[in-house]
């Protein structure tokens, strides 16, 4: 498992979809996963610190959490299949880790809320991450192209590159310009 960070949620300016963009810890490898409206919203809601009047869908499910006496533990991209994504949540439970399948977009959201790690799994980055030009802050080629650290790239299928083909597509039409610039 890689630990990641959410670097940033974005909108594509051609048809108005959210992705969020998870980056690898202390490398330059990120991965977008595509998230509905209320999702984008409340993960940024948490992420930029904003005060709500009432709970969302998301601090209700991290209350019950706490009530019930357990604890989220952390969250895992853990597959891509069929251009969907999966997660996990860890949560610890009596003294023992439970894990439940859930849609990315909801266990980021938990995870802000709670303070913990974001993992994603490394099958799930060869497949879906990206390297971005610095120069125009459009995609590169991933690292099963590039040759992995080692130098022995994994090979991709042919199938897996015409799938994946829609995700390269959607990033290329997201407004990156300020992607490296953080809010203070």
Same mark, same amino acid.
């Given at each position: 498992?890689?630990?990641? !960070?959410?670097?940033?949620? #974005?909108?594509?300016?051609?048809?108005?979809?959210? +992705? +969020?963009?998870?980056?690898?810890?202390?490398?330059? #490898?990120?991965l977008p996963?595509?998230?509905?409206?209320?999702?984008?919203?409340?993960?940024a809601v948490?992420?930029?610190?904003?005060?709500?009047?009432?709970?969302? !869908?998301?601090?209700?499910?991290?209350?019950?959490?706490?009530?019930?006496?357990?604890?989220?533990?952390?969250?895992?991209?853990?597959?891509?299949?069929?251009?969907?994504?999966?997660? #996990?949540?860890?949560?610890?439970?009596?003294?023992?880790?439970?894990? +439940?399948?859930?849609?990315?977009?909801?266990?980021?959201?938990?995870?802000?809320?709670?303070g913990v790690?974001?993992?994603?799994?490394?099958?799930?980055?060869?497949?879906?991450?990206?390297?971005?030009?610095?120069? !125009?802050?459009?995609?590169?080629?991933?690292?099963?192209?590039?040759?992995?650290?080692?130098?022995?790239?994994?090979?991709?299928?042919?199938?897996?590159?015409?799938?994946?083909?829609?995700?390269?597509?959607?990033?290329?039409?997201?407004?990156?310009?300020?992607?490296?610039?953080?809010?203070?």
């Amino acid at each position: 498992m890689i630990e990641m !960070t959410i670097d940033s949620i #974005r909108v594509s300016l051609m048809n108005y979809q959210r +992705v +969020v963009i998870l980056k690898e810890k202390g490398a330059e #490898r990120y991965l977008p996963i595509w998230i509905g409206a209320a999702e984008a919203d409340a993960i940024a809601v948490k992420l930029q610190d904003v005060s709500v009047p009432r709970p969302l !869908t998301h601090d209700l499910l991290q209350s019950m959490i706490d009530v019930l006496g357990a604890s989220v533990n952390s969250i895992i991209v853990s597959d891509l299949k069929n251009d969907t994504f999966y997660a #996990r949540i860890l949560l610890n439970v009596d003294g023992g880790l439970v894990e +439940v399948d859930s849609r990315p977009s909801d266990a980021l959201a938990l995870a802000v809320r709670a303070g913990v790690t974001i993992y994603a799994e490394e099958a799930v980055l060869d497949k879906a991450g990206i390297f971005l030009d610095k120069e !125009t802050g459009k995609p590169i080629a991933g690292e099963a192209e590039l040759g992995a650290a080692d130098g022995k790239g994994k090979e991709i299928s042919e199938e897996e590159k015409k799938k994946l083909s829609a995700f390269y597509d959607f990033i290329n039409t997201l407004d990156l310009d300020d992607f490296d610039k953080r809010k203070s």
